[in-house]
């Protein structure tokens, strides 16, 4: 090396943003750079002549010995990159990754070691280590499964143990083939499955229901909502859960079988008595006349109660996902159909001309429900309604205003789960349960206040 470059050497190094060293082959510092002073707080000086292995902490001294010995030891030119903690000038450790060199000549008279502060980045993996440790804990104790696709199904990147249960197949098996999981879905749905992901690879999220576990003769439903994670534009990696809903759709199968016979035996048994009723009126006179009549509306009440609670049941066990409707024309047609069947009441609206809402089909059954009863259960032959739509940032409310005898408060508390339903405290009808589940799963509030008329109900929905 030239002396006039050798004289340079030491200023170009000292600008360095990395620690620079020359150390022998037992480890001592022969040169150190002034990036000492900014990562260590020693002095270049200070460090020249002791040994560097000295500085690492005893947990990592003889594994970056070895690595700097076998680097050295070398017969070919080779570099090695090691992680280590080396103690600063206040008695702390500082992250370093160093990168040893055997390549020397005669001009440098020892080894080169540059290194970096690497300090933060160790503190982050640290702490992602710790989160991830956590996740897998927490997952791992779930009952739902958990689960992370490349975003063609090409890989399977997380899978917790619930799957085992859920499924009845090994993890292993979709580990090595990451659509393994097809061959525990009934045959009847995985067309089903297949549509669903290639939907997801797409880059559209999905929510669907279908059975698998062949060793239980692919009783277990599932409930399973996956959701794409894209980056770049690309669908990157695929993330989603899966349910085991099997008691809910045992329940709900159990309730339309009960509510079929029910249905059927209450409205077959109901004609036939409002139908011998009215044989009795006409053969029994005027003397029978008034105990008929009240045999034939209680059958017809009845009746209604059957059609009601069919309404019900449908709606609690096949019904749709909210989707956005004008509450403003579903109102406008309700109350259309309120003046044509009741010419007498007297209806007061303040309805603008749209106001969507995310709601199911049924909320115009509801609407329809609500603004009947204000009607039916009036003590006037010429009852008053007040109906209004409202819509702010988040909701659409419709309030129904009535001047009926007050709800019992117990009635609407049982509604809206405030207070249990036992054999005293319970709601009188159906159709009050109709608006409320027509309304809570469409992701709505319904409210009820006694006002100085009577009633006033509102039902708010979500703007979508």
């Known amino acids: 090396m030239d002396p006039d470059e050798g004289a340079m050497l030491p200023v170009l190094l000292d600008q360095a943003l990395d620690k620079i060293v020359l150390v022998d082959a037992d480890g001592e510092y022969l040169y150190v750079n002034a990036a000492a002073r900014r990562i260590l707080g020693f002095e270049s000086e200070a460090l020249v002549g002791t040994n560097a292995f000295e500085y690492i902490h005893p947990v990592d001294r003889d594994r970056t010995w070895a690595t700097f010995e076998s680097v050295v030891d070398a017969d070919e030119p080779t570099a090695e990159t090691v992680s280590y903690r080396h103690r600063d000038s206040d008695g702390g450790w500082i992250w370093l990754e160093s990168r040893f060199s055997n390549q020397t000549d005669e001009g440098l008279g020892g080894y080169v070691i540059s290194s970096r502060e690497i300090t933060r980045r160790r503190e982050a993996q640290r702490e992602r280590a710790a989160v991830e440790e956590q996740f897998i804990e927490l997952s791992q104790a779930a009952d739902d499964v958990l689960w992370l696709f490349e975003g063609d199904w090409s890989e399977l990147l997380f899978l917790n143990s619930a799957y085992e249960t859920v499924y009845g197949q090994p993890s292993d098996e979709v580990r090595a083939d990451p659509t393994a999981f097809l061959d525990t879905v009934h045959p009847d749905d995985v067309d089903l499955v297949v549509d669903a992901m290639d939907r997801l690879s797409a880059g559209e999220p999905v929510d669907i229901e279908y059975r698998v576990n062949p060793d239980r003769d692919y009783g277990v439903w599932v409930w399973v909502q996956g959701t794409p994670i894209i980056r770049d534009g690309t669908v990157d990696r695929i993330a989603g859960f899966t349910r085991d809903i099997s008691d809910r759709r045992r329940r709900e199968r159990q309730l339309v079988v009960m509510g079929n016979i029910l249905r059927h035996n209450l409205r077959n048994d109901m004609t036939t008595i409002v139908g011998n009723a009215e044989l009795i009126a006409d053969r029994g006179g005027e003397a029978v006349e008034p105990f008929v009549e009240t045999i034939v509306r209680v059958g017809e009440a009845l009746l209604e109660d059957a059609e009601t609670q069919r309404r019900i049941i449908d709606l609690l066990t096949d019904h ?145």
């Open 320 to 464: 749709e996902m909210p989707t956005v409707r004008d509450l403003a024309a579903i109102v406008e047609t309700e109350v259309a159909t309120l003046r044509e069947t009741y010419p007498d009441a007297v209806v007061e609206t303040d309805i603008p001309a749209t106001a969507d809402a995310a709601a199911l089909p049924e909320i115009a059954a509801a609407v329809g429900e609500l603004l009947d009863n204000a009607v039916v259960h009036a003590e006037t032959d010429a009852p008053t309604v007040a109906v209004s739509v409202r819509a702010d940032e988040q909701w659409v409310t419709v309030e129904v205003c009535d001047d009926c005898p007050p709800i019992p408060r117990e009635e609407f508390r049982v509604l809206t789960g405030e207070q249990p339903m036992d054999e005293v405290t319970h709601t009188t009808g159906l159709g009050l349960w109709l608006v409320f589940w027509s309304v809570d799963l469409s992701g709505g509030r319904i409210e009820f206040d006694e006002t100085d008329r009577g009633n006033r109900i509102s039902i708010s929905l979500p703007v979508r």
